[in-house]
């Protein structure tokens, strides 16, 4: 089993920052990619960015420029460094990480709770 735990979620007002973190934690060989995904009450989720375990990034067009993601290997960990925070950016932020437990073993998703996030105007 695999469990991710998400932290750093909150309320800003607008133009604030916010960092989250989530770290998997269980029986990992390695992750793949990573990543956070956001939905906002009323909305689909939605990716909001990724990065792959050699740290290749990629974003949602509306958070390029504000947000970055990194992430840590050896602590099987991502971060979501959030900058300029707008009130569109309101929701319930996931963790998102595809797991390999054991060498030569399937690609599995696994899905945090969720974080909330507010920015108030």
């Known amino acids: 089993q695999v469990q991710l735990e998400e932290s750093g979620g909150g309320s800003v007002q607008t133009g604030g920052s916010l960092r989250l973190a989530c770290v998997a934690s269980?029986?990992?060989?390695?992750?793949?990619?990573m990543g956070w995904y956001r939905q906002a009450p009323g909305k689909q989720r939605e990716m909001v960015a990724t990065?792959?375990?050699?740290?290749?990034?990629n974003y949602a067009e509306s958070v390029t420029g504000r947000f970055t993601i990194s992430r840590d290997n050896n602590k099987h960990a991502v971060f979501l460094q959030m900058n300029s925070l707008e009130p569109d950016d309101t929701a319930v932020y996931f963790c998102?990480?595809?797991?390999?437990?054991?060498?030569?073993?399937?690609?599995?998703?696994?899905w945090g709770q969720g974080t909330q996030v507010t920015v108030s105007s």
């Open positions: 998102h990480a595809v797991v390999f437990w054991a060498v030569g073993s399937p690609p599995m998703d696994y």
């Open positions: 269980g029986t990992i060989f390695t992750t793949n990619t």
């Open positions: 990065i792959n375990y050699g740290g290749t990034a």
